[in-house]
Protein backbone atom coordinates (compact mmCIF):
# COMPACT_ATOMS: atom_id res chain seq x y z
CA UNK A 1 0.00 0.00 0.00
CA UNK A 2 1.44 3.29 -1.00
CA UNK A 3 1.94 6.52 1.27
CA UNK A 4 -1.05 8.47 1.39
CA UNK A 5 -0.06 12.50 1.25
CA UNK A 6 -1.81 14.65 3.16
CA UNK A 7 -1.05 18.10 2.55
CA UNK A 8 -3.58 19.65 4.98
CA UNK A 9 -1.58 19.48 8.00
CA UNK A 10 1.10 22.13 6.12
CA UNK A 11 -1.57 24.77 6.32
CA UNK A 12 -0.78 26.48 8.71
CA UNK A 13 0.33 30.20 7.74
CA UNK A 14 0.76 31.79 11.24
CA UNK A 15 2.96 28.71 12.48
CA UNK A 16 4.95 29.16 9.57
CA UNK A 17 5.31 32.51 9.83
CA UNK A 18 6.91 32.71 13.02
CA UNK A 19 9.57 30.26 12.50
CA UNK A 20 10.08 32.35 8.88
CA UNK A 21 10.53 35.24 10.98
CA UNK A 22 13.00 34.12 13.61
CA UNK A 23 14.93 32.75 10.91
CA UNK A 24 15.25 35.95 8.89
CA UNK A 25 16.00 37.88 12.28
CA UNK A 26 18.86 35.61 12.96
CA UNK A 27 20.33 35.92 9.63
CA UNK A 28 19.99 39.18 9.27
CA UNK A 29 21.17 40.30 12.68
CA UNK A 30 24.05 37.42 12.57
CA UNK A 31 25.03 38.51 9.43
CA UNK A 32 25.62 42.27 10.23
CA UNK A 33 27.69 41.81 13.22
CA UNK A 34 29.79 38.91 11.85
CA UNK A 35 30.51 41.80 9.07
CA UNK A 36 31.58 43.92 11.92
CA UNK A 37 33.87 41.68 13.39
CA UNK A 38 35.49 40.44 10.04
CA UNK A 39 36.03 43.49 8.93
CA UNK A 40 37.48 44.14 12.34
CA UNK A 41 39.82 41.30 12.34
CA UNK A 42 40.24 41.37 8.53
CA UNK A 43 42.15 44.98 9.47
CA UNK A 44 44.09 43.61 12.46
CA UNK A 45 45.48 40.32 9.95
CA UNK A 46 47.23 43.20 8.13
CA UNK A 47 49.57 43.92 10.89
CA UNK A 48 52.87 43.65 11.10
CA UNK A 49 53.11 42.90 14.52
CA UNK A 50 52.69 38.75 15.07
CA UNK A 51 51.03 39.68 18.11
CA UNK A 52 48.00 41.34 16.62
CA UNK A 53 48.27 38.50 13.70
CA UNK A 54 48.23 35.30 15.89
CA UNK A 55 45.63 35.77 17.59
CA UNK A 56 43.66 36.59 14.56
CA UNK A 57 44.77 34.12 13.09
CA UNK A 58 43.76 31.30 16.06
CA UNK A 59 40.39 32.87 15.89
CA UNK A 60 39.82 32.70 12.12
CA UNK A 61 41.01 28.98 11.36
CA UNK A 62 39.32 27.67 14.57
CA UNK A 63 35.44 28.88 13.41
CA UNK A 64 36.16 28.38 9.88
CA UNK A 65 37.81 24.57 10.84
CA UNK A 66 35.22 23.63 13.00
CA UNK A 67 31.46 22.65 12.22
CA UNK A 68 29.21 25.29 12.65
CA UNK A 69 26.46 22.82 14.93
CA UNK A 70 29.72 21.83 17.37
CA UNK A 71 29.98 25.78 17.77
CA UNK A 72 26.65 26.12 18.74
CA UNK A 73 26.17 22.91 20.84
CA UNK A 74 29.55 24.38 22.80
CA UNK A 75 28.08 27.70 23.60
CA UNK A 76 24.92 26.69 24.81
CA UNK A 77 25.98 23.50 26.74
CA UNK A 78 29.94 24.08 27.82
CA UNK A 79 30.26 27.29 27.94
CA UNK A 80 28.17 27.78 31.61
CA UNK A 81 29.82 25.13 32.71
CA UNK A 82 33.27 26.88 32.34
CA UNK A 83 31.77 30.33 32.97
CA UNK A 84 29.15 29.09 35.42
CA UNK A 85 26.83 31.99 34.22
CA UNK A 86 23.99 30.11 32.41
CA UNK A 87 23.32 31.45 28.72
CA UNK A 88 19.91 31.22 27.19
CA UNK A 89 19.66 29.45 23.70
CA UNK A 90 19.18 32.70 21.89
CA UNK A 91 22.07 34.17 23.23
CA UNK A 92 24.31 30.83 22.46
CA UNK A 93 22.45 30.34 19.08
CA UNK A 94 23.58 34.03 18.05
CA UNK A 95 27.51 33.87 19.38
CA UNK A 96 27.86 30.67 17.34
CA UNK A 97 26.17 32.53 14.46
CA UNK A 98 27.99 35.84 14.57
CA UNK A 99 31.43 34.39 15.49
CA UNK A 100 31.02 31.67 12.47
CA UNK A 101 29.96 34.72 10.05
CA UNK A 102 33.16 36.51 11.14
CA UNK A 103 35.77 34.36 10.65
CA UNK A 104 34.56 33.62 7.24
CA UNK A 105 34.03 37.55 6.63
CA UNK A 106 37.57 38.30 7.58
CA UNK A 107 39.21 36.60 5.09
CA UNK A 108 37.10 37.89 2.68
CA UNK A 109 38.08 41.08 3.48
CA UNK A 110 41.60 39.99 3.98
CA UNK A 111 41.63 38.66 0.67
CA UNK A 112 39.87 41.33 -1.09
CA UNK A 113 42.65 43.80 0.02
CA UNK A 114 46.02 41.73 -0.65
CA UNK A 115 44.26 40.86 -4.03
CA UNK A 116 44.88 44.37 -5.41
CA UNK A 117 47.92 44.42 -7.52
CA UNK A 118 50.87 45.83 -5.89
CA UNK A 119 51.41 48.58 -8.37
CA UNK A 120 48.41 50.32 -6.89
CA UNK A 121 49.99 50.12 -3.38
CA UNK A 122 53.65 51.41 -4.74
CA UNK A 123 52.09 53.86 -7.17
CA UNK A 124 50.18 55.22 -3.94
CA UNK A 125 53.51 55.83 -1.69
CA UNK A 126 54.92 57.06 -4.33
CA UNK A 127 52.56 60.26 -4.66
CA UNK A 128 53.30 60.79 -1.22
CA UNK A 129 50.24 59.28 0.45
CA UNK A 130 49.90 58.04 3.68
CA UNK A 131 49.03 54.58 5.05
CA UNK A 132 45.30 55.53 5.67
CA UNK A 133 44.77 58.09 2.63
CA UNK A 134 46.49 54.71 0.46
CA UNK A 135 43.64 52.67 2.30
CA UNK A 136 40.71 54.51 1.99
CA UNK A 137 41.34 56.82 -1.51
CA UNK A 138 42.77 53.39 -3.48
CA UNK A 139 42.73 50.06 -1.85
CA UNK A 140 39.76 49.92 -0.51
CA UNK A 141 37.68 51.29 -2.72
CA UNK A 142 38.73 48.33 -5.23
CA UNK A 143 38.96 46.01 -2.63
CA UNK A 144 35.41 46.68 -1.65
CA UNK A 145 33.81 45.57 -5.33
CA UNK A 146 35.60 42.20 -4.79
CA UNK A 147 34.20 41.99 -1.46
CA UNK A 148 30.89 42.21 -2.33
CA UNK A 149 29.98 39.08 -4.04
CA UNK A 150 32.02 36.42 -1.56
CA UNK A 151 30.13 37.98 1.10
CA UNK A 152 26.55 37.93 -0.44
CA UNK A 153 27.91 34.11 -1.06
CA UNK A 154 28.43 33.97 2.69
CA UNK A 155 24.70 35.56 3.68
CA UNK A 156 23.11 32.91 1.57
CA UNK A 157 25.28 30.43 3.84
CA UNK A 158 24.23 31.93 7.10
CA UNK A 159 20.39 31.73 6.44
CA UNK A 160 20.82 28.56 5.57
CA UNK A 161 23.23 27.72 8.68
CA UNK A 162 20.32 29.09 10.91
CA UNK A 163 18.61 25.96 10.49
CA UNK A 164 21.13 24.32 12.63
CA UNK A 165 19.49 26.56 15.84
CA UNK A 166 16.89 23.79 16.06
CA UNK A 167 18.93 21.68 18.27
CA UNK A 168 18.94 24.05 20.88
CA UNK A 169 14.86 24.53 21.15
CA UNK A 170 15.65 28.10 19.28
CA UNK A 171 11.99 28.39 17.21
CA UNK A 172 13.47 28.94 13.76
CA UNK A 173 12.22 27.76 10.90
CA UNK A 174 13.59 24.04 11.11
CA UNK A 175 12.79 23.63 14.70
CA UNK A 176 8.89 24.81 13.52
CA UNK A 177 8.91 22.19 10.87
CA UNK A 178 10.63 19.56 13.15
CA UNK A 179 7.83 20.42 16.02
CA UNK A 180 4.69 20.22 13.46
CA UNK A 181 6.62 16.90 12.17
CA UNK A 182 6.25 15.17 15.45
CA UNK A 183 3.27 16.05 16.12
CA UNK A 184 1.14 15.25 12.68
CA UNK A 185 3.24 12.26 11.97
CA UNK A 186 3.80 13.66 8.82
CA UNK A 187 7.54 14.14 8.04
CA UNK A 188 7.33 13.61 3.88
CA UNK A 189 4.56 16.55 3.75
CA UNK A 190 5.97 18.94 6.58
CA UNK A 191 9.79 18.61 5.70
CA UNK A 192 9.26 19.06 2.25
CA UNK A 193 7.32 22.44 3.08
CA UNK A 194 10.51 23.36 4.86
CA UNK A 195 12.72 22.97 1.90
CA UNK A 196 10.47 24.71 -0.48
CA UNK A 197 10.28 27.73 2.02
CA UNK A 198 13.73 27.72 2.12
CA UNK A 199 14.21 27.73 -1.69
CA UNK A 200 11.56 30.37 -2.16
CA UNK A 201 14.29 32.74 -0.09
CA UNK A 202 17.53 31.59 -1.10
CA UNK A 203 16.94 31.29 -4.74
CA UNK A 204 16.88 35.11 -5.61
CA UNK A 205 19.33 35.50 -3.11
CA UNK A 206 21.89 33.38 -5.34
CA UNK A 207 20.67 34.60 -8.50
CA UNK A 208 21.64 38.11 -6.66
CA UNK A 209 24.79 37.08 -5.90
CA UNK A 210 25.80 35.10 -9.44
CA UNK A 211 24.60 38.75 -11.48
CA UNK A 212 27.15 40.41 -8.58
CA UNK A 213 29.85 37.93 -9.77
CA UNK A 214 29.75 38.74 -13.39
CA UNK A 215 29.62 42.53 -12.98
CA UNK A 216 32.51 42.38 -10.77
CA UNK A 217 33.98 39.90 -13.28
CA UNK A 218 33.47 42.46 -16.07
Same mark, same amino acid.
Given at each position: MGYQFDWSVVLQPRLWLL *? +???? %? %?YAVATTLLGLLIGVACGIL? +??RSRLITIPVHVYVQFFRCTPLLVQIIWFYYAL?? %?? *? &?? %?? &??? &? &? *? +?GLTLYMGSFSAEIFRGGVISIDRGQWQAARAIGMSHAQMMGNVILPQAV???VPPVVNQAVM???NTSLLYVIAVPDLMYTGADLASATYRPLEVYTTVAVIYFLLLYPLTQFALRLESRADR
Open positions: *G +LSVT %I %IS +LSPM %IS *G &AS %IP &AWM &A &A *G +LRRMQLK
